[in-house]
Structure formats: structure tokens, C-alpha cells
């Protein structure tokens, strides 16, 4: 018992020295972001070289979310309580009823569980999947009860787990529960307790994207004239294209692809710079930043609309 708490305390530690990491480098984003509000040309070189380092910053934002949950997933994924798998034989009787094991059993587990989304805003959701795909048990409870599957081998992140044996991020799904039914999850296999090199599940967790949506909404420059003035708008997209954040508070529960663009392309293929591409029929001058990390590259596009004279100093593509 001992030893389990101490984990407990271990686990708490890294937690609270991530997330205080987390927040010194937002306060230094901020202060860079209020610097850049008197802009008078969005073409201008200067302006270009003030949209590549705010696109920047936020990549590196966008990656540090990432990293921390990932990091949490990994540290946890290796406690005793949860590599233990003793309770599996309850399935049988609870998959198809239950959508996983009973509230009450394996309550180790599940208590690191809820510890997680406790002290870490990102993730709303954890999970254990068995090794053939199953639901374990997903916590809050009252979510796993609202499950449409009992399986989940067929999803990105589950498959990228178990094929990498690393820590996998995958793309934007449409959940299988009832609560936000757009997301994302970060997995990590987990390993066997008496062989560390079985895998036995995998340990999973969901990205609120609304937190990432409230960031990118308060962030200083969406209330200076960058953004007000110039009509600016910052999305985080998947590899796919698809819409994970939005600084757009009236678009940003709207689901959207930007898979077509330009800008988005050159992210995916590595490339950071700016374009002019065309948005929704508009012309827009877009920089674009990639994100790559646990095996998946995310996109940062930063897309201003410039005057009409300024347009011909871009090269324009095509959406």
C-alpha cells in the first residue's frame, strides 16, 4: 500500500512540475503576442516576420499541450496499479452490459484515472483498452455508460499504439460517447507486469479541445488590434486537415477541413513560411507552422485577410 502511494506522490510531483512549466512559458507567449498589436501593413516584411514568430510560439504552444499529456500517459501508464490486469475476467459478463468493467472493481486503477483529469485541464477523458481492443473501463464512469462500442481496435490511436510500441497521437474522431463528441486522444501501450515486453492495453486519454479553444480566444491577441483590426484568425488542425481549435468563438464548435489548402499542405510536407491561399473563397495571407510530435504532425495556420494592393506580393494558390 505503501508503495502505491509513494507512486501516487511521484506521479503528482511530475504532474505539478509540467503543468507550472506550462504556465511560465503561456505568461512569456503573452508578452510577446502584446508587443505585436501596432501593426499597420499585414504584407509588410515586418508584419510577415510578426506572423512567423506568433505562429511559432503557438506551434510550440500547441506541441507543449501535447507533450504534457503525453508525458503523464507514459509516466502513469508504468504504476503497478495500472499494468495490473487482474480484473479482465470480469468482461465476460459486463462488456456488452456495462461497456466495460463494473464502477466499483479495479478501483486502483481507476483512481489514477480520475487523479489525471483532476490535475490536468487537458485531458477530460481516461481509458484502458485490452490488447485485442476492448474496453476496459473509462473514466468518469457516467461517460463509459454512454459508450455506442464495446471495441476500439479500429480507431488511429489505439492501432498506432500497439504498432509503434510508443506513445501515439491520433487525429480528430467522432466519439463514441455521449460528451464532446468531436476529439482526440494521446495512448501509450502498456506492459505486463511480469513481462515488459507483452503488451496488455492500452492506457488513453481524450484532448479537450475546448480548452484549446479558450486559450487561443483569451490569448492577448485576440483582443488587440491584430486580430480585430486585420480580421485575423489562428486554427489548429490535424494531418487530415481537420479543425481542432479555433480563435473564431462564433466558428469555433463548427467542424471544418482545411485539407485543401495550400498553406495546409506545405505544414504537412514540413514546411513553415506564408502564402497567399484562398479561405472560404477569400483571399487570405496565411502562415503556417507544422507540430510534429508522438509519431503525427498537427498544423498552426495564422490567416489575416491583406489589403487589396498588398495581394500581388505573395504567390496565390488555389483552394
Avoid: C
Avoid at 80 to 97: C, G, I, K
Avoid at 156 to 184: C, M
Avoid at 245 to 266: I, R, V
Amino acid at each position: 500500500m505503501l508503495k502505491d502511494k509513494t507512486s501516487i506522490i511521484i506521479t503528482v510531483f511530475f504532474l505539478t512540475v509540467i503543468i507550472l512549466g506550462l504556465q511560465a512559458i503561456i505568461v512569456q507567449h503573452k508578452g510577446v503576442l502584446a508587443a505585436t498589436s501596432d501593426l499597420s501593413n499585414i504584407t509588410s516584411p515586418k508584419n510577415t516576420q510578426n506572423n512567423i514568430l506568433l505562429t511559432n510560439i503557438l506551434a510550440k504552444n500547441l506541441e507543449n499541450h501535447l507533450q504534457k499529456a503525453g508525458a503523464i500517459l507514459e509516466i502513469t501508464s508504468k504504476l503497478p496499479q495500472v499494468r495490473n490486469e487482474s480484473y479482465a475476467h470480469l468482461l465476460n459478463q459486463t462488456l456488452d452490459t456495462l461497456h466495460g468493467i463494473p464502477q466499483y472493481a479495479d478501483k486502483e486503477k481507476r483512481q489514477v484515472a480520475k487523479n489525471i483529469i483532476d490535475s490536468n485541464s487537458d485531458l477530460y477523458k481516461i481509458y484502458f483498452i485490452m490488447q485485442n481492443g476492448n474496453m476496459y473501463f473509462l473514466e468518469p464512469y457516467s461517460t463509459q455508460q454512454t459508450l455506442t462500442k464495446n471495441n476500439y481496435s479500429f480507431r488511429d490511436y489505439f492501432q498506432g499504439a500497439i504498432k509503434t510500441n510508443d506513445t501515439y497521437l491520433g487525429n480528430v474522431i467522432i466519439a463514441t460517447a455521449a460528451s464532446h463528441p468531436r476529439e482526440a486522444v494521446v495512448a501509450t501501450p502498456v506492459y505486463s507486469p511480469r513481462d515488459n515486453s507483452t503488451i496488455v492495453g492500452v492506457w488513453a486519454g481524450s484532448i479537450d479541445f475546448g480548452i484549446l479553444d479558450k486559450e487561443l480566444q483569451s490569448l492577448n491577441i485576440i483582443s488587440s488590434s491584430v486580430v480585430g483590426n486585420n480580421n485575423t484568425r489562428i486554427v489548429y488542425l490535424d494531418s487530415n486537415g481537420q479543425k481542432i481549435a479555433d480563435s473564431d468563438t462564433n466558428k469555433s464548435k463548427t467542424p471544418e477541413s482545411f485539407a485543401t489548402l495550400a498553406s495546409f499542405k506545405n505544414a504537412i510536407s514540413g514546411q513553415s513560411g506564408s502564402i497567399i491561399d484562398m479561405v472560404d473563397n477569400t483571399k487570405m495571407l496565411v502562415t503556417y507552422k507544422p507540430v510534429k510530435i508522438f509519431h503525427n504532425t498537427w498544423v498552426v495556420l495564422l490567416m489575416q485577410q491583406p489589403p487589396q494592393q498588398s495581394i500581388n506580393t505573395f504567390p496565390i494558390h488555389q483552394k
